[in-house]
């Protein structure tokens, strides 16, 4: 059947309009849509809009929030050469905080590190300070800073300082007359006579001890007593010539002259 030319133009408009009025309500629809969600979305995301929530047992950690659990959280990765668990705190001012350990117990502990290798360079806990004023793991209380190792070779607290002038332990008491350092066992160098304890400027003022085991005596003037080669103990001038001798015997051998003119 063959319709007439203006028959065709006019169907052929009808099902345009017929097709754009079906595009122009799903295109409502989908706006109304997305505008019902972004509602919902915002509300969701305004945090003036969402109450504080607690997160308990079984919930996951909420940033920005107070979060409480009466059950261990635990963290395991098996992460190499990088970190399990990292907090960076980015302020640049105040007492800024990356990590803060608190506990109430009697007998708690704030923070508690364990190296559990039995072999090689590993550290409980570990601290870094670059400025030269700082210090890398600092302790503040009846016990400072605490380290403790079960094995016969470890090191409970272990300080490092890889500048000249820097120190690797610092105990410092703030009390009148109170103990800085305090050692319940015995204090050894690494070494073999190889370390000083004092130096030309910092002098301790008063060593007290029951019996001192030395090798030779030395005074800042330069005199000294030694222990003589054959027996007995030497005394020498600042040239380090000898100039008196006790012997085994109990008998002393000066050089020069016996004067009394005191």
Request: hydrophobic residues 35%.
């Amino acid at each position: 059947m063959k319709y007439p030319k203006e028959r065709v133009v006019k169907l052929k408009e009808e099902i345009e309009n017929s097709e754009r009025r079906r595009f122009i309500r799903k295109l409502t629809s989908i706006t109304a849509l997305a505008g019902i969600g972004g509602l919902i979305f915002g509300h969701l995301t305004d945090r003036s809009l969402v109450p504080l929530v607690q997160a308990a047992n079984g919930d996951p950690l909420k940033i920005g929030q107070a979060n409480t659990g009466t059950l261990e959280t635990s963290l395991t990765s098996s992460v190499s050469n990088s970190n399990a668990f990292r907090a960076d705190n980015i302020s640049t001012s105040g007492q800024s905080i990356g990590v803060l350990g608190r506990s109430m117990s009697t007998k708690g502990i704030g923070v508690c590190g364990q190296a559990k290798a039995t072999t090689g360079n590993n550290w409980g806990v570990w601290g870094i300070s670059q400025s030269s004023s700082g210090a890398g793991v600092s302790g503040l209380g009846v016990t400072g800073v605490y380290g403790w190792t079960i094995s016969d070779s470890g090191v409970g607290v272990e300080g490092r300082a890889a500048a000249a002038g820097g120190i690797g332990v610092k105990a410092v008491n703030q009390a009148t007359n109170g103990v800085a350092l305090q050692c319940q066992g015995h204090a050894l160098p690494s070494s073999d006579n190889a370390y000083n304890c004092g130096d030309n400027s910092k002098r301790w003022k008063l060593v007290r001890a029951k019996t001192v085991t030395s090798g030779d005596l030395a005074f800042e003037n330069d005199y000294r007593f030694t222990e003589d080669k054959h027996s007995g103990l030497l005394l020498l001038n600042q040239k380090g010539e000898r100039i008196a001798r006790f012997d085994e015997q109990g008998n002393l051998h000066i050089k020069g002259d016996i004067i009394k003119d005191l």
